[in-house]
C-alpha cells in the first residue's frame, strides 16, 4: 500500500527567523560527564580515579581502598616509600585536601578526616605536605600584592591545617619509626634513620609554618596560632613524644633512637621546656618511670647529658626552691629533701654527672648565681653519699673563698679586705668552722656584725642536715602549663551578667514639689557641669559600626591580666595600657593583688607588642613596668635582672628592660617622680576642697609646688636624657671653676669677695640655730635596697654570662652594652655616698669598666678610630662619671682601695682623650672627648692630692 503513494514533487524553504526571535529560549542540557565508579582494581586506577576529581563518595571508597585493600590484594602501600606512592600521596596533598578539606572536617562521619590523615601519616606524606606548603609560600610572593591570588591563600590554610592535624597526637613520631622500622631492609635502615631524624629535629617544620602563618597574616587572611609554628610548643610536643615512646617500646635500640632525637631536639632552642617534659612525665613519676629516665639520660651523648643536668638544677631553682626563704621553718623542708632525692637520682651511678654537678657547685662564675641558697644546699646533699666528691667540693670552695691553700689564709684575707661584706662573710664562716672543731672554745670576733640574725643565719648554716626525702612535695607543687591558655580568647565579663530587667519602683502617694531658689541664694562653690564632649567614635553615620558593648576599666589586677592577655581586642589593650600605670600603684599597699600576680604582669608587659599601633604604646608599657618594679622592689628588681639575662626576648624588649630597671631606681630614690604617683592615690584619703585648706600646711605650695600638677610622664628615651643630665651636673662645676680660672686671681675679684662673703654669713647663720629636739633619725633603706635589689643582680649575673657565648653575642651588642653600662651608673648614682655598701658597689662597677674597655675607642693595637664603638665609649665614660661624683667626699679611701684602678684608668681615659676628634660639629665625639677631659681632671686631682697626704705637708704642688 506504500508503494502506491508516490511524490509528484519536492521543494524546500527556509525557516522565517523573525519567528524565531519571538519564540521563548531553552536552556542548554548540562554536558554529562560519564566519571566511573572505583571498584579497587590497582593503585593505578586508584590514582586516575583521583586525577578526574571524584566525588565524595568515590573519594571515600578510594581512601578506604588505599589504607586497607591495597596491602591484601596488590601488596601495595601507601604509607611505603616508592614512585606510584609518591604520585598518589602527591595529588591527595596538591589536589584532594585543597578542594575537601573542608567538606572533609563538616562530614558526619566522624572517620572521614581520619582515613585521609593515615594515608598520609607517614615520612613521605608529611615532605610532600611541607614541599607543597615551600611551593605556595614562593607562588605567594611572587606575585603581586594587589593580583587576586586568594585560591593560594586559602590552600595554604588548609595544608597548615592538614600539617597540624598529621602531628597532634603525642604518639606520632613513634607510630611512624615503627612502620618505618617493619617495612624497611635493612640496606635502607640508615638513610631513614637520617631522613627521619632530620624531619622533626632540623626546625623545617617551624619554619615552614610559622613563614606560611605569616604570609596569610599579611594578606588578612585571619586564623587561629597553629602550635606547629610556635617553637616552644613544638620542643614541648617533641618532648611529649619522646617519654611516650620511652615509656612503651624500653629497648635498647629503640631507646637508643629515642635519646638520639632527644639530644637533636635540645638543639632548636628553649631546652628548658624539652627537660621540664621530662621532669614532670618521668623523674617525679614512679619508680619504672624513673628508670626509664636514667636509661634515657645515659644514652645522651655527655654534652646534652651536662646540658640536662644543668637546666635542671634551674628548673629545680625557679619552680620550687626560690620561694624559699632563709628561715629554718619545718614545711619547707619537704620541698628540699625531695628536690635532693630527684637531683641525687640523677647523679647516682653515673660519674660524668657526678663530676658535672661538682664543677657546677665549685664554678669560677659561682654555683647558681643570681639564684637562692636552696640549690646550693641541694646540690650538696645529694653528694652526700659520695665522700669523694664532697671532699672535692669543700677544698675547691674553700680554696676559691679565700683564693689561698689553707683555711687560715682564707679568713685572713677576707678580714683584710676593704668591703664590710666580705669581712662580714670571713667572720661568718671562720665562726661556724671553728665552732664544728673547737666546741666551747671556738673563734669569737666579738664584733656587732656577729651577734645580727643574719650572721646568726649564716653561722647556723652548718648544722643544717638536708636528706633525701619522698618526690610528693614537688608533684602536688607542679606549676599548671599556660601554654595551653595562651591563645584561648578570653570570654569578656558581660557575657555573665545577668539579662533580667531591672524592678520599676512602685509610685507613691506623696507628691514632691520642686521649689526653685533665687539666683542670690546659689552656692558660688558649685560650678555648672559642663556639656559633655561628643565621643569621636559614636559620631559615625553607620549606626551599625558603632560599638555599644565597650568593656570598663579594670579595677582588679586578675581583670587587668586577662585585658593584657586578650590580645585580639583593641579596647581591651587600650584600657589595659592606660589603666595599668595608675591601678599598680594604687593596689601597691592594699592586699596582696600585686604581690601576687607581679611577675604574671611583667612578663605580659615585656612581650606585649604594638599589633593595634596605639597612641604612645611604648612609654605606657614601660610606666606599666615601672609601676611593677615601684610597688615590689625587693622581689621584682632582681627579677627583671634576672630575665634580662636568662629570658628569650628580643634586643628592644632587653632594653626595655634595663630602661625600667633605671628609671624605678631613680624614683625610688628620690630623683624622678611620676605623674602616675600622684594619681594613684585613692580617694578616700584626700579631704574635701574646702576641708583642706584648715588642715594642710601651706609650705608645700609657698614655693609654687603642685604635687602632681606639673609632672609629666618620663618618656622612652628618658635613661640616655638622664645620662646626659648627669654628665653635664658632673662637667659643670669644673667648667665653671676653668672659666674663673681664666678672668684672673680669686683675690682681685670683687663678684668672688662677696659670693665668699655671703656664704660665710650663711654658715655662721646656720651653725648659730640650735638643733630641733625630738628628731629622730631616719636609717637611709633606699640606699640599701638599691644596692642590694638593683645593683648586685644586674652586676653579677654579667660576670657569669660572659661564659656562656649565645648570651655573650646578645649582650655585647654595641646598643644593648652601653643601655646596660648607663644603668648601673644612674643606679650607683641614685644609692648616693651614703650607702653602707658602696666600696664594694665601687669596686664591682670598676673592675666590670674597665673589662669591657677593649670594645671602646682607643684600645686597639692602631689609632684607627674604628677600633671601638662610640657609643659604648660613651657609656663607659658616664658610668665612670657617675662612680667618681658617688665618691667624691672619699676620694682618700678611693684611692687606697683601688689604686691600681686608678692608676690604669687615668692611662686609659687619656689615651681616649688624645685619639677623640674634637670639636663644635663632632656631635658624639664632642661628648666623649668633654667627658674624658672631665674625669681625667678629676682622677689627676685625686692622684696628686692623695700622694700629697702620703709624703707630708713639706712637699708643696708643682
Known sequence: MADLLVPVSRSYRKEDKSKELLSLSKAAEPVKVARAMFEGASPDEALEILKDQPSYDNLLVVLEYLLHESKDKHKFDIRTPGPLAAQIIHVLVTEIVPNYWTTLQESSGKNDTGVLLACLRSLPGINATLTYIRSLIRESKSQPRDSNSSHVIFSLVYTLSLLASLLDDDDEVMRMWDFIASVSKAAHARPLRQEFLSLFTSGRIVALSAEAEDVCRQASRTMEPLWIADNKRYISWLARNQVQWAIIESEKDSLKLCADLGSRAMRLGHAEIFVRELLHKLLLQDDASREIFRMLISNYPLPEQRKVLLLLLKLLSDLYLNSIDNSDLNEDYPVLWASVSALRFVVANNDAQRSNLVAWLTSASGAGVGEGCGIRRVAVAALADHKESLLTVLERGLNQFGDRFSYLNAISNRLAESQSRARFLGMAVGEALSGLVHGKDKLDFKMEEMDTEEAGWYKGLVNVSDKAGPLGPLKTSIPSPQAKTANKPVRSTRERVSSRPSK???????????????????????????????????????????????????????????????????????????????????????????????????????????????????????????????????????????????????????????????????????????????????????????????????????????????????????????????????????????????????????????????????????????????????????????????????????????????????????????????????????????????????????????????????????????????????????????????????????????????????????????????????????????????????????????????????????
Open 504 to 958: 520599676v519602683p512602685k509610685t507613691t502617694g506623696f507628691i514632691i514639689e520642686e521649689i526653685e531658689d533665687d539666683e542670690e541664694q546659689e552656692d558660688p562653690d558649685l560650678a555648672p557641669y559642663a556639656k559633655p564632649d561628643s565621643d569621636a567614635e559614636d559620631s559615625d553615620d553607620d549606626p551599625t559600626l558603632i560599638n555599644r558593648h565597650k568593656p570598663k576599666a579594670p579595677v582588679y589586677i586578675r581583670d587587668l591580666i586577662s585585658y593584657l592577655r586578650d590580645t585580639e581586642d583593641y579596647d581591651r589593650q587600650k584600657l589595659a595600657l592606660t589603666t595599668a600605670p595608675v591601678l599598680i600603684r594604687r593596689k601597691a599597699n592594699y592586699g596582696t593583688e600585686v604581690a601576687s600576680h607581679a611577675e604574671d604582669l611583667a612578663s605580659l608587659l615585656i612581650g606585649l607588642q604594638d599589633k593595634f599601633e596605639l597612641e604612645n604604646f611604648h612609654n605606657l608599657r614601660l610606666q606599666g613596668m615601672v609601676a611593677v618594679v615601684v610597688a615590689q622592689p625587693k622581689k621584682m628588681a632582681p627579677w627583671f635582672a634576672k630575665t634580662f639575662f636568662d629570658g628569650d626576648y628580643s634586643l628592644s624588649q632587653r632594653a626595655s628592660i634595663l630602661i625600667v630597671l633605671g628609671l624605678s631606681g631613680r624614683e625610688i630614690a628620690g630623683f624622678e617622680v611620676s605623674k602616675y604617683a600622684s594619681a594613684a592615690h585613692f580617694p578616700s584619703k584626700a579631704l574635701p576642697s574646702k576641708v583642706e585648706k584648715y588642715y594642710l600646711q601651706p609650705s608645700s605650695t609657698a614655693k609654687g609646688f603642685q604635687p602632681g600638677t606639673n609632672l609629666k610622664a618620663l618618656p622612652p628615651n628618658a635613661l640616655d636624657t638622664l645620662a646626659q643630665t648627669l654628665s653635664q651636673t658632673f662637667l659643670a662645676p669644673m667648667a665653671a671653676e676653668a672659666a674663673d680660672a681664666v678672668t684672673g686671681p680669686n683675690a682681685l675679684k670683687l663678684s668672688s669677695f662677696t659670693s665668699r662673703l655671703q656664704q660665710s654669713q650663711s654658715q655662721s647663720t646656720a651653725t648659730s640655730k640650735s638643733k630641733p629636739r625630738g628628731i629622730r633619725s631616719i636609717p637611709n633603706t633606699t640606699a640599701a635596697l638599691i644596692s642590694t635589689h638593683f645593683f648586685f643582680p644586674l652586676s653579677s649575673r654579667f660576670q657569669a654570662a660572659m661564659r656562656s657565648s649565645a648570651t655573650t653575642r646578645i649582650i655585647f651588642q654595641p646598643y644593648l652594652l652601653a643601655l646596660y653600662l648607663k644603668t648601673l651608673g644612674l643606679l650607683i648614682h641614685a644609692a648616693g655616698p651614703s650607702t653602707l655598701a658602696l666600696p664594694q658597689m665601687t669596686s664591682e662597677l670598676w673592675d666590670l669598666l674597665l673589662g669591657v674597655r677593649g670594645r671602646c675607642l682607643g684600645s686597639g693595637p692602631t689609632n684607627n678610630e674604628s677600633d671601638g664603638d662610640l657609643t659604648v665609649t660613651h657609656a663607659v665614660l658616664l658610668a665612670f662619671a657617675a662612680l667618681l661624683d658617688v665618691n667624691e667626699g672619699d676620694v682618700r679611701g678611693l684611692c687606697e682601695r683601688q689604686g691600681r684602678q686608678v692608676v690604669e684608668t687615668t692611662e686609659w681615659v687619656e689615651n681616649v682623650f688624645h685619639k677623640t676628634r674634637g670639636g663644635d660639629s663632632a656631635g658624639e665625639e664632642n661628648d666623649v672627648k668633654m667627658l674624658a677631659a672631665g674625669i681625667l681632671i678629676r682622677l689627676r686631682e685625686a692622684v696628686e692630692k692623695y700622694q700629697a697626704v702620703l709624703m707630708g705637708d713639706l712637699i708643696g704642688f708643682t
